[in-house]
């Protein structure tokens, strides 16, 4: 019995997509998982990639547009719960069991992901003090769902129709669902790849944080303490910890620079911006 659909949107993600869906799909049996790859306005080979691992549907939209291949795959799976994950990170098939055993049993809505590893292994010294510090933050703390990948139940997927046509899909998600409805799984994680350095750090950052501010007020069911309130929690954490004080400036460097930026660029069109420094390295 198929027991969860995965959803991979993928644009121009020859060099990464084979690999996910290899490491997904690797100890699962026939037809535990639908998996559904959307290759979206692609110029590259994305969908003779996903075509080549088995059990894989691959669907092409001409649109270059996450939010359409999310609601092209939707049109699409026929399995609930449904998984959404990034073409870009590392989750291993033991990490999708978990995810669809804790969403499979009769329960109110619910949404859930592995809890998120970054992988600064490759980033500059700056890069890795500033995710040290990130690790704190209320963001982490607070039933972090979503940046790469987010399941829902039944129940959970009704809370919305399609994806409205947001940049921050996993922000929207996640705000569909009060803390105590989302699940971080124990024992289970996901691996993201930080940025090389400070700079790709930023402008990736700052893609992040105009998508999360232009979600409308009205789809945000869960709300969030004022900003003050939420630094200053952070500054005790690490206060109370000598050992990363001097990780601090490399955070607060990367924090301030993503915000003034987000502001100054706030009238102009939102890009993906996303940082390839990962795809030129698998290419290679």
């Not at 669902?177 to 930080?194: C, I, M, N």
Request: glycine share 6%; proline share 6%.
């Amino acid at each position: 019995m198929t027991r969860m659909s995965v959803i991979v949107p993928a644009h121009d993600e020859g060099a990464l997509v084979r690999t996910t869906l290899e490491r997904m799909l690797a100890e699962a049996a026939p037809g535990e998982f639908e998996v559904v790859v959307v290759a979206n306005g692609c110029s590259d080979d994305t969908a003779a990639q996903a075509r080549a691992v088995p059990g894989v549907e691959v669907v092409e939209i001409d649109r270059a547009s996450k939010i359409a291949a999310l609601n092209a795959g939707d049109a699409v799976a026929t399995v609930l719960p449904r998984a959404y994950v990034d073409s870009d990170v590392a989750i291993d098939t033991a990490a999708l069991r978990a995810l669809a055993d804790a969403l499979s049993s009769p329960s109110p809505a619910r949404a859930a992901a592995p809890a998120l590893r970054i992988d600064s292994s490759r980033s500059s010294a700056a890069v890795r003090a500033y995710y040290r510090i990130w690790a704190l933050s209320d963001y982490r703390a607070s039933g972090h769902i979503g940046s790469g990948v987010y399941a829902v139940n039944a129940e959970g997927r009704a809370r919305w129709e399609a994806f409205p046509d947001v940049i921050a899909d996993d922000r929207f998600v996640q705000q569909r669902f009060l803390p105590d409805e989302r699940l971080t799984l124990p024992g289970h994680s996901f691996t993201v790849a930080a940025s090389r350095d400070m700079g790709s750090h930023i402008r990736r950052g700052v893609r992040i944080e105009r998508g999360n501010r232009a979600l409308p007020a009205q789809v945000q069911l869960a709300g969030q303490d004022p900003a003050a309130v939420r630094y200053a929690r952070l500054l005790r954490r690490v206060g109370a910890r000598p050992s990363l004080w001097p990780s601090l400036p490399a955070y607060v460097y990367g924090f301030g620079m993503v915000q003034l930026k987000a502001r100054a660029e706030r009238r102009s069109p939102v890009s993906w911006a996303r940082d390839d420094s990962l795809r030129s390295a698998a290419r290679a």
